[in-house]
């Protein structure tokens, strides 16, 4: 089995070129508001507007780290993440490391929040579109069913995404800050990958790819690869994940609370983590961070999705 086809950093940040299915019941096992704080007159609109959209008002009831929920049976499956504080970024004699992850800092996520269990899928996108909440699929690179990961994804539409589902459901669902995707792909490990410090051969862990490179690239099923230690599947791999972020060079003055970093940097590129079926194993890493370009498409892009809980 050929483990990821690699991109090479420099062309990987370059990168602004422009580069189905019958979905399966997912149960649970296998859909952008921006990271600001929400006023009570936009909490009100997307009331009104879920209300439209048959929505009901989620309980407002505590639920525990690593619980799984789902709003409404077309939402994704979400995974309560715990608070806790941690490590972000990687020391100086991590093997791949690049200067852009540095300096290691100390970040507190001080509220639970929960994230998507799997990578959007083409069935979860496919409802949006149905519904009249999102534009018609990019279009493909090649052949998937309803559980692979959606790809091709930009930034407007994964904002257009995360806003259905939040006047659908009357939840808040957004991307995850930069910041919380890594506590959430490290899942308390302090290892280069979750699993480790050693990639591997095999593609044992990660990568969504069925090593048929030959006959053209390929996505699996969400969900192929083990979890990482949260319940989270295919953090690293899969796809490319959008953040709400904006791209900075490094961490000096990087917020430590876990919200997204919005101040500054350049807000055309956004930061993007955790690979994709094609890259390198040093961009499998969990404090791997690059970008895209707000008015580009890759085709590596795809979104995992975050929601706010209630207390």
Request: with cysteine; aromatic share 10%.
């Amino acid at each position: 089995m050929k483990p990821c086809l690699p991109l090479s950093p420099a062309r990987h940040r370059g990168r602004g070129r422009r580069a189905s299915a019958d979905p399966r019941a997912l149960g649970d096992k296998p859909g952008l508001i921006l990271g600001v704080s929400v006023t009570a007159p936009l909490a009100l609109v997307l009331l009104i507007a879920g209300a439209a959209l048959g929505a009901e008002a989620p309980a407002a009831t505590a639920r525990a780290p690593g619980e799984s929920f789902r709003d409404r049976p077309v939402c994704p499956v979400m995974v309560v993440i715990p608070a806790s504080s941690f490590r972000m970024g990687s020391p100086a004699d991590e093997a791949g490391r690049d200067a852009t992850e540095g300096p290691v800092h100390e970040v507190t996520i001080a509220r639970p929040f929960a994230l998507g269990r799997y990578e959007i899928t083409v069935a979860e996108w496919d409802t949006c579109v149905a519904e009249g909440g999102c534009s018609a699929r990019p279009r493909k690179a090649f052949r998937q069913s309803g559980n692979h990961p959606m790809f091709n994804l930009a930034w407007r539409e994964v904002r257009t995404y995360v806003r259905w589902l939040s006047a659908k459901t009357g939840a808040r669902y957004r991307l995850p800050s930069e910041a919380e995707w890594e506590f959430a792909a490290r899942a308390g490990t302090t290892t280069a990958y979750y699993w480790g410090n050693d990639f591997g051969s095999d593609n044992t862990y990660c990568c969504n790819t069925d090593g048929t490179w030959g006959a053209g690239p390929a996505t699996l099923p969400v969900g192929s690869y083990p979890a990482n230690p949260f319940g989270l599947y295919d953090t690293l791999g899969g796809t490319w994940e959008w953040t709400e972020d904006c791209w900075h060079g490094s961490y000096v003055g990087a917020p430590t609370d876990g919200r997204a970093w919005t101040e500054g940097g350049d807000c055309r590129r956004r930061v993007i983590r955790g690979g994709a079926w094609n890259a390198f194993a040093e961009h499998m890493r969990g404090a791997y961070r690059t970008w895209s370009h707000t008015r580009g498409r890759i085709i590596t892009d795809g979104m995992r999705v975050a929601r706010e809980l209630a207390f």
